[in-house]
């Protein structure tokens, strides 16, 4: 599993930013400290409120000039749905290739869907550098991150 003083893995997934691109972790280091946060599954409740959360809290991750993204396996286009009906004003990231859920060690298995590899909710943020500062990891999908701690760790990373 990656872990606190890991060089993060580096990927290329597509984006969704209410258009489809594609984003490189390592091309995107000078938006650091980035919170990359994955959740399983769009339009799901927990997953719904923890983006909301995050949205109605994007103040903090501002103030300290951290960029968050939301991964999940959905494809872009249903994550940009997503983010248009609950007004989300950050990227998702696609891994519907499930290629950062298993680079990140995040896979799990939402067994009453019958879905498999869908990303644990976790969290992680990333320094300048591209390392690990911060990592926040549950096999509970219906808990949520200590936002306060996520900032204050994003916070952190700026040094």
Not at 9 to 19: E, M, N
Request: with cysteine; proline share 4%; charged share 30%.
């Amino acid at each position: 599993m990656v872990d606190i003083g890991d060089e993060a893995p580096d990927f290329t997934v597509p984006l969704a930013d209410g258009d489809v691109g594609t984003f490189t972790l390592s091309e995107n280091l000078d938006e650091a400290p980035l919170v990359l946060a994955f959740f399983p599954a769009a339009f799901t409740s927990t997953c719904t409120t923890e983006m909301c959360t995050f949205r109605d809290r994007m103040d903090e991750f501002e103030a300290v000039d951290a960029t968050v993204y939301g991964v999940s396996i959905d494809t872009p286009f249903t994550l940009n749905e997503f983010r248009r009906q609950n007004d989300l004003d950050f990227s998702l990231l696609s891994d519907s290739n499930r290629e950062l859920v298993h680079a990140y060690d995040v896979a799990t298995d939402f067994t009453s869907a019958g879905v498999r590899d869908v990303a644990k909710r976790a969290v992680f943020v990333v320094d300048g550098d591209g390392e690990v500062t911060y990592k926040w990891v549950s096999d509970d999908l219906g808990a949520e991150p200590d936002y306060e701690e996520v900032a204050a760790a994003a916070d952190s990373a700026r040094a």
